[in-house]
């Protein structure tokens, strides 16, 4: 594996994400605890994140020197090479001028970081992002790149497989940054591409039934992606020693609770409560109109239901969750002086405690996309594995207002007719989230000879990487138009449609 020790660069994940892309396994560390994951892990090579921090600050943080001297490959990337230069004998000064995003570099000697990708005298284009620069090299290094704000854009040190760059590969803005990150990792560390879902697949099931030994397992299934995922994973290691949760909530779009069932229950036989709860999350949200209070009754109610069937077959020894890499790294933060927080995730909050269960996460160690192909491995539809994400209040975060049955069955007939004729158009797989929402506004129409009095459907349609900005998406208008007819045509109840096309931020991608 690869050991990431991370300053606190908002792109350190990315590191992470192209090292796997590269078929090697790697962790991400805080630097506080640096140590301690090198002693881990035992890792066949480093990398040294980029920071908001100033090596030429007293207070900077810094690599092990253990770690440094440990004659393992280093990549530093942006601060990561600042570090190598201060602690191994060059130096760093602030920069008068800040260097912030695109740039073109030249290369100016070969190394065998860049052997066949950039030949001596290329002119790749790179991501930027820097203030400080090196402005002596530690003895052995040689300037391999230069830019025009950093004569050291990139260095080597081929003897000690030890190289830098100012720049970051990790981006996409840097075109070829994916293809040097495999160089380091296969050609400069000699790493084989062991890491597939078929392997984690294997050694995961091995795991789980270490763990789990001849105890019980629940598991709460949303029908989402990561819920899916888990039930067949743990399904396919310990069988009937699973027993999964849906509670229907309701809220759910058209078809979707008989997919979910027939999926689970009559495809791959897994043990499944089918909790039509609905009846009760209605009676619990009539009225209601603010959007938190909304998302509190939900999830109270969902974990009574939750704890109410898991009472009813006798209790459970452990509580399986989708929690995924993103929530459990632990990121640094350094407001206030550098300082390590953790991010905890509950999908079912406090039931574990509240029910003596112990967890079991087997995604803890994946990123979404590998996810989605652990999916795929396992035999998921591919339909249902490259599924929208959707929230866990489902349709009553889309529906601004009082929820009601009745607006509730409008809502999923507008929404089916969008989300069909975008699979028609072949837009699915483009869109990371469409859905339709139905608003409290009444409007006046003309239908026939007849005027009409009806609610307004809003379209929402977004692009985005991973649902912390978005833009919204550029349909044609003609494509508009076929929906707006035929929702208003076929869905009695709307006579208006409009398309919200507000990016986030400042906008949400929901509507409550
Ligand atoms: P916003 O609306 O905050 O949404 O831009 C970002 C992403 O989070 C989803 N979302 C939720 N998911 N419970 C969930 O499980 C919630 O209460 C919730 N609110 C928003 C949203 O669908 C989008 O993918």
């Not at 008989?258 to 897994?270: A, G, K, Q």
């Not at 929208?388 to 607006?407: Q, S, Y």
């Not at 833009?471 to 919200?500: C, K, Q």
Request: hydrophobic share 40%; proline share 6%.
């Amino acid at each position: 594996p690869i050991l990431i020790i991370d300053f606190g660069s908002q792109v350190t994940q990315l590191i992470a994400r192209r090292i796997r892309e590269a078929g090697v396994y790697c962790e991400i560390v805080p630097f506080a605890k640096a140590e301690e994951g090198f002693d881990r892990l035992n890792p066949g090579a480093v990398i040294l994140s980029g920071s908001p921090a100033s090596v030429t600050d007293e207070n900077g943080p810094l690599a092990p020197t253990r770690i440094l001297n440990a004659g393992l490959p280093i990549l530093g990337i942006c601060y990561g090479e600042q570090l190598i230069c201060h602690q191994m004998g060059g130096k760093v000064e602030p920069g008068e001028t800040r260097e912030f995003g695109r740039a073109e570099i030249t290369i100016t000697d070969d190394c065998k970081l860049f052997e066949g990708l950039w030949p001596k005298g290329a002119t790749p284009q790179v991501w930027m992002s820097h203030g400080d620069r090196v402005t002596a090299l530690p003895p052995g290094f040689r300037a391999v790149a230069v830019s025009e704000g950093a004569p050291f854009a990139a260095i080597a040190n081929d003897a000690r497989k030890i190289y830098a760059v100012q720049f970051h590969p990790e981006v996409v803005h840097t075109p070829d940054g994916a293809k040097l990150l495999s160089r380091f990792v296969h050609e400069v560390a000699g790493l084989k591409a062991d890491w597939t879902m078929n392997a984690f697949r294997e050694a995961e099931i091995a795991r789980i039934r270490a763990q789990v030994g001849k105890g019980r397992v629940i598991c709460g299934l949303s029908g989402g992606v990561d819920s899916s995922v888990v039930a067949v994973l743990l399904h396919e290691a310990i069988g009937d020693q699973l027993t999964c949760v849906f509670v229907d909530t309701g809220m759910m779009r058209s078809g979707e609770a008989d997919e979910v069932v027939t999926l689970f229950r009559d495809h791959y036989n897994i043990r499944l409560i089918h909790s039509d709860a609905s009846a009760l999350f209605l009676e619990k949200l009539a009225g209601v109109t603010d959007p938190e209070q909304k998302r509190k009754i939900i999830g109270a109610t969902f974990i009574d239901v939750f704890e109410q069937e898991a009472k009813a077959i006798g209790g459970a020894d452990f509580l399986a969750q989708g929690t995924l890499y993103p929530d459990v790294i632990e990121s640094v933060s350094f407001s206030g002086g550098p300082s390590v927080t953790i991010k905890s995730h509950h999908n079912v909050g406090g039931l574990p405690a509240r029910m003596r269960m112990k967890l079991v996460e087997p995604l803890r160690e994946l990123f979404k996309d590998e996810v989605r192909a652990l999916g795929r491995e396992l035999g998921l539809p591919p339909a249902f594995v490259g599924r929208h994400p959707f929230p866990g209040p489902g349709l009553a975060i889309r529906m601004p207002g009082a929820i009601t049955f009745e607006g509730l069955e409008i809502l999923r007939k507008a929404d089916k007719i969008y989300l069909e004729e975008i699979r028609k158009a072949g837009l699915y797989d483009e869109i990371w989230q469409a859905f339709a929402v139905l608003l409290p506004v009444r409007t006046v129409g003309v239908m026939g000879d007849g005027r009409t009095y009806d609610q307004v459907c809003g379209l929402r349609a977004v692009t985005s990487v991973d649902g912390m900005t978005a833009d919204s998406y550029p349909f044609e208008h003609a494509f508009l138009s076929r929906v707006a007819t035929r929702i208003i045509n076929e869905v009695r109840g709307i006579n208006r449609v409009v398309y919200d096309i507000t990016s986030k931020p400042p906008g949400t991608i929901e509507w409550e």
